[in-house]
């Protein structure tokens, strides 16, 4: 299929705010500019009304998975080429989470992938999505939350469907290969780059070649950055998430000293969101034992409890800000500090018994974890008290920090550098 047509630039406002959203976050600050942008619409592209009409055929020819006479391949690449084209339009970028739902789960991927007798037509539309989504993607001159979309849907495309209960399903080597690639390149925009990210997390949550386990650690482990301070964060948490599940997994590949050098690293960067350092955390209670070779424990247990007095500060926040999150919108009031303490507690005390900063600490070091594990619990609960109102588990939680604190600096080596303010 030729994807090299496009139509005349059509005028549009650029929001990055937009795109970002789509991947799942929100940026701090979102830049409208007037820009120009390129829409899809080769000479020969069918109407709409044809479209529909063809809808019903091509499912069909999907659930049989071949075709059986060359009008039937016709009709298919006419399809769509305009299934394509419509992702790419102005007009259609607010119905573009839709659109991708109805194209992996509701229709074609899963018509083709669950119900076929045979695979040649889904194989057939994973390689027509995957040339074109790297090209949409790759495009500067299409609208960001379009190329973010495309390389969404690139990190959707799976060897064998998920059955229906999400379970089971291959993903497909050459997308992880194409999302690797684009998360590498520094000349794409932040946006794109870690939509490639959250679609190497995908993989990361089903399955692995060997190839591709070495070469995505080497990929997560490597300096992510780009020019906008808010992307380079959002590129190395969504990094750090990706490899605490593969290490969670045991993969080989994922407990190595360079997976806890980058994850001690964002847990002390004193810039990341708090959401970002208790990842980094909770991917440190992901490691076995023997990945923390070249990490001081002791450090780490100091970082650790400089985050639990940030997060019990950040309630005293008049404007109650951290109870909603932009990097989760939907989660409900104080749950948000719930999760951040368990993320400590996992941290603390891994995953299981050889994992996690308890798994690596010295004697010494191990009862101080156990003391500060038991304190964490207690804010977990507080947080999650469904009997008491907000202020009040708020007020509690400030005085938890406040006892905190100076528990840190009497018992903790280091402790006395916890900061006194919090983010």
């Known amino acids: 299929m030729n994807w090299s ?15 970002l959203a789509m991947v799942g976050f929100l940026a701090s600050t979102a830049v409208a500019v007037a820009e120009d942008y390129k829409e899809f619409r080769p000479p020969d592209l069918i109407s709409a ?6 809808r019903g055929r091509v499912q069909g020819y999907l659930r049989a998975g071949i075709f059986t006479e060359p009008q039937q391949e016709i009709e298919f690449t006419k399809y769509y080429t305009y299934g394509v084209a419509q992702m790419t339009w102005v007009e259609n970028i607010g119905n573009l989470p839709l659109m991708r739902a ?6 074609d991927l899963a018509i083709s992938g669950r119900q076929a007798p045979d695979m040649t037509l889904h194989e057939k539309l994973n390689k027509l999505l995957l040339d074109g989504c790297w090209l949409f993607s790759n495009d500067p001159g299409y609208h960001p939350a379009v190329r973010v979309n495309f390389m969404l849907i690139l990190g959707m495309l799976d060897q064998t469907e998920p059955d229906a209960g999400g379970q089971n399903g291959v993903p497909l080597q050459a997308a992880l290969e194409k999302l690797q690639a684009a998360a590498a390149d520094a000349k794409l925009s932040p946006e794109v780059r870690i939509a490639a990210l959250v679609g190497i997390r995908r993989h990361a949550t089903m399955n692995m070649t060997a ?7 080497k990929l997560l482990t490597s300096d992510l950055k780009c020019d906008d ?10 990094a750090v998430e990706a490899m605490g599940i593969m290490a969670e997994k045991k993969w080989s590949d994922a407990n190595k000293p360079e997976v806890a050098r980058a994850a001690v690293s964002l847990l002390n960067d004193s810039e990341a969101s708090l959401f970002a350092r208790c990842e980094a955390l909770r991917t440190i209670g992901c490691l076995e034992k ?10 780490v247990l100091l970082s650790a409890s400089k985050l639990t007095v940030d997060i019990c500060k950040s309630t005293e926040d008049p404007e109650k800000r951290f109870m909603n999150s932009p990097e989760n919108p939907q989660t409900k009031p104080v749950d948000v500090l719930a999760a951040q303490f368990y993320c400590i507690h996992t941290g603390l005390k891994g995953v299981d018994a050889n994992s996690g900063l308890f798994s690596a600490a010295n004697n010494e070091t191990k009862q101080i974890v156990n003391d500060l594990d038991g304190k964490v619990t207690k804010m977990v609960e507080i947080a999650s008290n469904t009997r008491k109102n907000i202020d009040d588990k708020l007020n509690d939680l400030r005085k938890e920090g406040t006892d905190l604190e100076q528990w840190i600096k009497s018992k903790v080596p280091g402790g006395a550098q916890v900061a006194a303010g919090g983010r």
């Not at 047509?5 to 795109?19: F, G, I, T, V």
């Not at 301070?229 to 190395?236: H, I, K, L, P």
């Open 290 to 299: 023997g990945a923390f070779a070249a990490t001081n424990a002791g450090q």
């Open 49 to 54: 009304s044809e479209f529909k009409v063809l």
């Open 102 to 107: 109805v194209l992996k789960f509701r229709q």
């Open 229 to 238: 301070a808010v992307g380079t964060f959002w590129m190395r948490r969504t």
């Open 211 to 217: 190839k591709g386990r070495t070469d995505t650690i």
């Open 5 to 19: 047509h496009s139509a005349p630039r059509w005028n549009c406002r650029r929001s990055l705010l937009a795109a």
